[in-house]
Nanobody, 120 residues
Framework: EVQLVESGGGVVQPGGSLRLSCVAS????????MSWYRQAPGKERELVAA????????QYADSVKGRFSISKENRRNTVYLQMKNLKPEDTAVYYC?????????????WGQGTQVTVSS
């Protein structure tokens, strides 16, 4: 069974930090590009950060550049999102996303999401 389990969300004051974790199981983690998306109330889901399967290439939304950092540990099947200098507009449900090719087919997986609330 494929699972992406996020953790690390919570309530934090503006300027604070959080680190989200996503533990993957049920597929070959090292073969997949891993990403974090977020969705705020009334808004579309948007890409926050992405890392290619090799771990050497990253991509960030302009709104989080310089504040967020994505990383992964293949031996732990885990991808992280370090978030610093959080702003109220970062409030959203954050989702882990996996995209890759395995056994000759393309697969996309989503986690259930973890809530991040930035408020004073």
């Amino acid at each position: 069974e494929v699972q992406l389990v996020e953790s690390g969300g919570g309530v934090v004051q503006p300027g604070g930090s959080l680190r989200l974790s996503c533990v993957a199981s049920g597929f070959t983690f090292s073969l997949y590009d891993m990403s974090w998306y977020r969705q705020a109330p009334g808004k579309e889901r948007e890409l926050v950060a992405a890392m290619r399967d090799s771990g050497g290439s990253t991509q960030y939304a302009d709104s989080v550049k310089g504040r967020f950092s994505i990383s992964k540990e293949n031996r732990r099947n885990t991808v992280y999102l370090q978030m610093k200098n959080l702003k109220p507009e970062d409030t959203a449900v954050y989702y882990c996303h996996a995209d890759g090719t395995e056994f000759g087919a393309d697969y996309i997986y989503w986690g259930q999401g973890t809530q991040v609330t930035v408020s004073s």
